[in-house]
């Protein structure tokens, strides 16, 4: 039986997203620059990172690892940073509206495509009070409503955020309902919410394999998974040395807690000899576990590379998302070889580090992920770094969108037909 809050709380959505879909762009853009100002406000800042430090100070005494602390956490320049990506997305194109494709019928029926906000969405996310900031922006500007559940880790930071976005929306004009959070921590209302597809237009998890297969198997409504994958990088032998070391440092120390992060490092064992020692000492620099396969270890005994942070690969190192410093190393035989790895372990973000076109093709043809990089960091695989402003997850499916997901990935169509009197016969 589902609980009466929640079967509310979805009611209220249902209606609150006939309204924001009534709303006009400079209405939505409106809200969005009152978060700004509000978030702007030294009083609202205090309230958020007070109630974040609560957070954090719980998770530290529970003995949370660093990476998951650190997704916790917020600053007053992850502040400034969300500020600034909300700025991006008012100035962003409105996507609603947007007519996409049109065409004339034999029979002087005249058609087209406009595009139209799916409803209501709920995100359900783990540890990352900055994703409250992200669907909210994302919604509004997408004239979605939005049901919000976030980790227990980081319930009191998604309450002060909340009532923030709220009171952005209230000052509109607008009703606090299309942005509503569960703060209940009782994980069978999920499981409850998940089954309101009367309601509940889809569901986007953000977190862990754990709630994502949770999602896909409870849900009654689209899920759409993303976030999770190992991430690779080829080296060739014909790799630029300076692009080695600082796209691979970048892609594995600047975040290592985020999805992007680089994991797997491929060698093409033509290069290996120059290229391995290069990566793993600017890793070692930076302190990064490396687990290395037996011609790893082999060669960077050779270049007298060893100690604590060199270690031999374990069992399922080549499949585990360890969102630390940590980097698995792997000799492959060519760029077949490496194609053949990353069809089996990959499919989230992978970098290829060559200058040889031919393989710089091969590679973008080849590799089916969400997102190929060539001589690039795969922490540009990221809504705000590709020019969405936010975004509301990375989609590592295939159906309805695929990678960073922004406004116009929160939206669908409908077909409009203007006739002057046509049957059908």
Not at 178 to 192: F, K
Not at 370 to 382: G, I, K, L
Request: hydrophobic letters at 45%; one cysteine or more.
């Amino acid at each position: 039986m589902t609980h009466p809050d929640i079967l509310q709380m979805a009611q209220r959505a249902r209606r609150a997203a006939r309204q924001i879909a009534k709303t006009t762009t400079a209405q939505r853009n409106a809200v969005l620059a009152r978060i700004q100002v509000l978030l702007s406000d030294d009083a609202h800042q205090q309230t958020i990172l007070a109630a974040n430090a609560i957070d954090v100070s719980r998770g530290e005494a529970a003995g949370l690892r660093p990476a998951l602390l650190d997704r916790m956490l917020l600053t007053p320049q992850r502040l400034a940073a969300i500020a600034n990506d909300i700025g991006t997305v008012i100035a962003l194109p409105d996507p609603v509206g947007d007519v996409f494709e049109r065409g004339t019928l034999p029979n002087a029926l005249e058609w087209y495509k406009v595009r139209v906000p799916i409803g209501v969405v709920a995100v359900i996310y783990e540890a990352r009070p900055n994703v409250t900031f992200d669907v909210a922006t994302l919604c509004i500007k997408s004239g979605n409503a939005a049901i919000l559940r976030g980790g227990k880790e980081i319930s009191q930071s998604c309450a002060a955020v909340v009532n923030l976005l709220q009171q952005a929306l209230a000052d509109c004009g607008l009703p606090g309902d299309i942005l509503q959070a569960i703060t209940d921590p009782d994980r069978s209302l999920v499981e409850q919410l998940l089954k309101l597809d009367t309601y509940v237009d889809v569901v986007i998890p953000r977190g862990g394999a754990a709630l994502h297969r949770f999602c896909v198997e409870h849900a009654t409504m689209p899920v759409i998974v993303g976030g999770i994958g190992i991430v690779h990088a080829y080296i060739d032998h014909s790799a630029n040395p300076q692009f080695v070391t600082d796209i691979v440092v970048n892609g594995r120390v600047q975040r290592p807690s985020v999805c992007n992060s680089l994991d797997v490092l491929l060698f093409e064992r033509a290069g290996a000899a120059q290229m391995v020692p290069l990566a793993a000492r600017a890793l070692l620099a930076h302190g990064v576990e490396l687990r290395c396969d037996p011609d790893v270890l082999t060669l960077l005994a050779a270049h007298g590379i060893g100690g604590p942070h060199v270690v031999p690969l374990g069992d399922g190192d080549y499949d585990t998302e360890y969102m630390a410093l940590i980097a698995t190393l792997h000799i492959v035989a060519d760029l077949d070889a490496a194609l053949t790895h990353i069809a089996e372990h990959g499919g989230h973000t992978e970098v290829i580090l060559s200058d040889q076109a031919d393989a710089i093709a091969r590679f973008v043809r080849e590799v089916d992920s969400t997102a190929v990089m060539v001589n690039a960091s795969t922490r540009f695989n990221d809504g705000g770094q590709l020019g969405l402003g936010a975004e509301i997850a990375i989609s590592t499916q295939k159906l309805h969108v695929r990678g960073p997901m922004g406004l116009r990935e929160l939206t669908t169509y409908k077909w409009v037909v203007t006739g002057s009197g046509q049957i059908r016969s």
